[in-house]
């Protein structure tokens, strides 16, 4: 097979993608995100070996919003291994990011750990034992071990914003908190929410962050076991599934690979045994999932075979 050229294949989906003009709407009901130029595209790959191939805005700092759910997923299951799944389940949603309803229906319990309801039930695992101060200071420590930069950090203002907003979390929350499933203080658990979904970082930051889910588990810079192989694995199956909200089936059907976007308009995405990958392009579709990120990701799988479904 001829090798894979990723610098020209990125400089060309970057190219591509700066001449659309259905560029999905950005996420305005966070006050702060709203008024993101929808104008700009970035895509950073890490391949196998570490090297990096990016193009159009790949060091420009965004909100990773839920992205930030995967590395919490990763921190709560080393914590409390599965232990974890009596109070969140690992099946898609099917329904919109913030659904209130299904919640009732399943007696506080959330579908997935990448909803918010499980994405708040994880982050309280990281509350429990701590000031949510420390459980912050470690999930931001963590991101910048994996990413190997110690300079990424929380957008204070993005998370003031969603902390003044965030009516619809602070339901779901308290909903939770009402069946056990949340167990800490309601506003200690999601402050510290509001803060890792507001950390900024690039698409070459988080195609850093996310290369122990491309080499089972392991940081390639330090050889250090982050999750085993399994662990790593199965991160992956529930990004594959859960990771586009109500979007999931579309993207693996288009993609096909594991990935969890943010409703900043990025996306991680990962070719296990290839690479890690990170777009970002702030417009969304009606589910919530960047609409560029998803047609760059497509192209991207079109061109290297890398779907995990087969060439
Ligand atoms: N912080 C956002 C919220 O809770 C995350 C949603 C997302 O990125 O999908 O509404």
């Known amino acids: 097979m001829a090798a894979i050229n990723l610098d020209a294949i990125v400089t060309h989906i970057a190219h591509d993608l700066a001449n659309r003009s259905d560029r999905g709407k950005v996420a305005d009901y966070i006050p702060e995100l709203a008024g993101i130029n929808p104008n700009q595209f970035g895509i950073a790959i890490i391949d196998y070996d570490g090297n990096v191939h990016a193009a159009g805005d790949?060091?420009?700092?965004?909100?990773?919003?839920?992205?930030?759910?995967?590395?919490?997923?990763?921190?709560?299951?080393?914590?409390?291994?599965?232990?974890?799944?009596?109070?969140?389940?690992?099946?898609?949603?099917?329904?919109?990011?913030?659904?209130?309803?299904?919640?009732?229906?399943?007696?506080?319990?959330?579908?997935?750990?990448?909803?918010?309801?499980?994405?708040?039930?994880?982050?309280?695992?990281?509350?429990?034992?701590?000031?949510?101060?420390?459980?912050?200071?470690?999930?931001?420590?963590?991101?910048?071990?994996?990413?190997d930069d110690p300079t990424i950090t929380i957008d204070k203002a993005v998370a003031e914003s969603e902390k003044r907003t965030g009516f619809r979390n602070t339901a779901l929350a308290n909903y939770m908190k009402s069946f056990g499933?949340?167990?800490n203080d309601v506003d200690f658990t999601l402050g510290v929410y509001f803060h890792h979904c507001a950390i900024a970082m690039s698409c070459r930051q988080l195609a850093m962050a996310g290369r122990y889910l491309a080499h089972s588990g392991r940081h390639p810079a330090t050889d250090l076991s982050v999750v085993s192989a399994e662990r790593a694995r199965r991160i992956n199956a529930l990004m594959l599934t859960c990771g586009h909200y109500d979007g999931s089936g579309e993207f693996a059907y288009r993609v096909g690979l594991p990935g969890k976007s943010g409703v900043g308009g990025g996306i991680i995405a990962i070719a296990p045994g290839k690479a890690s990958i990170a777009v970002w392009a702030p417009g969304?579709?009606?589910?919530?999932?960047?609409?560029?990120?998803?047609?760059?990701?497509?192209?991207?799988?079109?061109?290297?075979?890398?779907?995990?479904?087969?060439?």
Do not use: Y
Request: hydrophobic fraction near 45%; aromatic fraction near 8%.
């Open 58 to 147: 790949a060091d420009v700092p965004f909100s990773i919003q839920s992205i930030s759910k995967v590395f919490t997923l990763t921190l709560a299951l080393g914590i409390v291994g599965d232990r974890l799944w009596r109070r969140v389940g690992r099946e898609p949603s099917g329904n919109p990011f913030n659904s209130i309803v299904q919640l009732e229906r399943e007696r506080g319990v959330p579908r997935n750990p990448f909803i918010n309801a499980g994405a708040i039930a994880v982050t309280d695992v990281l509350v429990t034992g701590h000031q949510p101060r420390e459980a912050l200071g470690q999930i931001l420590r963590f991101i910048q071990f994996l990413a």
């Open 181 to 183: 499933v949340v167990e």
């Open 284 to 311: 969304l579709d009606r589910s919530g999932n960047s609409h560029l990120g998803r047609i760059a990701l497509e192209m991207l799988t079109r061109s290297t075979g890398w779907s995990i479904f087969g060439t």
